[in-house]
Structure formats: C-alpha cells, structure tokens
C-alpha cells in the first residue's frame, strides 16, 4: 500500500509539472513565429536605418545618424507624415463613426434586417484592386456616375479631375478607404449593441429617459470601451495601408496623398535606397507606436473612471 501510495504520488507531480508546462507549450509557436516574422524584421530595419547602402554583396557601412539626420531635413518626409496623420484622422473618424452609426440602424426592429446586414459587408468584403477599378470607372471625368450628380447640383462647367486634383485626391482616398472599412467595425459594435441588457432600456424608459438620453446613458458607456480598441486598430490599419493608396493615385498627384509607407515603397524599390527607408519606416513605427500608447492610457483612464 504504501509504494502504491508512493506512486500515486509522483504520478501527480508529474501531471502537476506538466499541467503547469502546458500554457507555455501551447503559447511557445505564437512567440517563435512572432520572433521570426516580426520582431526579428523590425529589428534589422532597425539596424539599417543606421547604415548606408549596399556598396557591395553582403558588405554595408555604419553611418550612425546620418540617415536620421538627412529625413529631419527632409521635406518631403514631414509632408509624408502631415499625409498621413491627416489620412489616419480621417479614416478613423469616418470608419468607426460610420460604423456606429450603420450598427445602431441595424439594431433595430425592422423588416429585411438580415439581408441589409449582409449588404453591409459586402464592401469590407470586396479585394482591394475591384474596388478601386469601380471608383474609376466612378470617379472618371468622361463617363463617370459621380459627374452626373454634380451637374445637378452645382452649376458647373468642367468636369473636376477627381483623383487628379490636389484638393479632391486625398479626401476621396479617405472615403474610399473609410467606405472599405466601416463595415468592420459596424459588426463589431452591432455585436456589442446586442449584448447589452434591454432591462437598463426599460428602467431608462420608465425613469422618463427620452431616446437620446438612452443612447448618451445606457449605450455610449457600454460602448466607449469598444469605441477605443476600434480607435486603436483603425489607425494602425490606417497607418500601413498601401494597396488602395498605390491603385488609386499612387502617392500624388504632387505628394498629396503621399503616406509614410509610400514613402518607404519609393525610397527602397523606385530609388533603391533601402538604408533611407528603413530610417522613414523606423520613424514611421515610432510615430504609431506613440498613437497606440496614447490610446491604451486614454482606455485605462476611462475604465478607472468608470470603476470608481
């Protein structure tokens, strides 16, 4: 009996040992494929972004800061990141505004709500190349859609070259980029719209709360925290976006849609001067990172104003 119970116990050790092992097996994939495809990448860009170009195969020379030194005076790189800051605001507020909105309409009770919830999708679900061939066939100053309704209803002569002007290109890069978007972030807080009790709408109800006042008391609160998360992922979905930028105006016309990761797909591969945009894409992750940061006190702070 007692080397049964000797045995019995070392048996439990060992599952104890390799219960306790376990998370970290499980989680030890996630970490080596993180290690190798991200931070391993970001590291050697890193390490670039101090260096000069490739003089010869395998053989690079250490400049320290003068890359760094070289994008600070650099005009075209502040007019990049002005691009892109704007291109982020803009996308982000449309994006996720537009999205609430679509998912407090299809909140509600109403005939065909599934197949309008369907149609809603449909945009996020398009490829990026599609979409952009339909804004220009949209978009064109010939034959496009837009130009008719234009003509209605402001009096003009020539049709505006949309994509091609330096006042419109940026704006209808954003819609387009908001109008891929939104979609995603409707669904998520049409989700969240869901899950809140309908008990606190009654008591609201009851309480003499007018409809707006529900929404500002019952529904924002519940939604704020979602709100920022999708904040948070609008502008780093925001910040790297390419595909739509490059098909449709490719960084003009004269750099007014230029963003921060134009500006490294031209630096590395139209000027070959990978060292010069290892140093824009660095600047580039500093400025998202500290956007990110910013985001993650404001979410802590509401929800330690919330708790208390």
């Not at 002005?82 to 309409?105: D, N, P, Q």
Request: charged share 10%; with cysteine; net charge positive.
């Amino acid at each position: 009996m007692a080397v049964q119970a000797t045995v019995s116990a070392s048996n439990a050790v060992v599952n104890h040992k390799r219960r306790d092992y376990l998370p970290y097996m499980l989680v030890l994939p996630i970490i080596v494929y993180e290690a190798i495809f991200i931070l391993i990448p970001i590291l050697q860009q890193v390490v670039s972004s101090f260096t000069s170009d490739v003089i010869g195969i395998g053989t690079v020379r250490w400049v320290g800061l003068d890359n760094y030194n070289r994008l600070f005076a650099d005009r075209n790189f502040w007019n990049s990141l002005r691009v892109t800051l704007a291109f982020m605001g803009g996308t982000v507020i449309l994006s996720v505004g537009i999205g609430l909105l679509a998912a407090l309409l299809l909140n509600q009770n109403f005939r065909g709500r599934s197949v309008a919830r369907g149609i809603m999708t449909m945009p996020w679900a398009i490829p990026d190349l599609p979409a952009i061939m339909v804004f220009f066939w949209i978009l064109n100053p010939n034959f496009g859609v837009i130009n008719l309704f234009v003509r209605w209803i402001l009096p003009i002569d020539q049709t505006p070259r949309w994509l091609l002007d330096i006042n419109l290109a940026l704006p209808l890069v954003i819609a387009i980029a908001a109008w891929k978007a939104f979609p995603f972030y409707g669904l998520v807080t049409l989700s969240v719209l869901q899950s809140i009790p309908h008990d606190l709408y009654e008591a609201a109800k009851v309480d003499g709360a007018t409809p707006l006042q529900s929404f500002r008391y019952v529904t924002l609160p519940e939604l704020i925290p979602t709100l920022m998360l999708m904040g948070i992922l609008a502008c780093i979905f925001a910040f790297r976006q390419f595909a739509l930028i490059f098909l449709s105006t490719g960084g003009g016309p004269a750099r007014t849609t230029e963003t921060l990761v134009i500006s490294v797909y031209k630096a590395a591969f139209n000027s070959f001067d990978f060292s010069y945009g290892a140093t824009i894409g660095v600047a580039g992750f500093v400025v998202v990172f500290a956007i990110t940061v910013l985001f993650a006190y404001l979410q802590r702070r509401q929800e330690a104003v919330a708790s208390s």
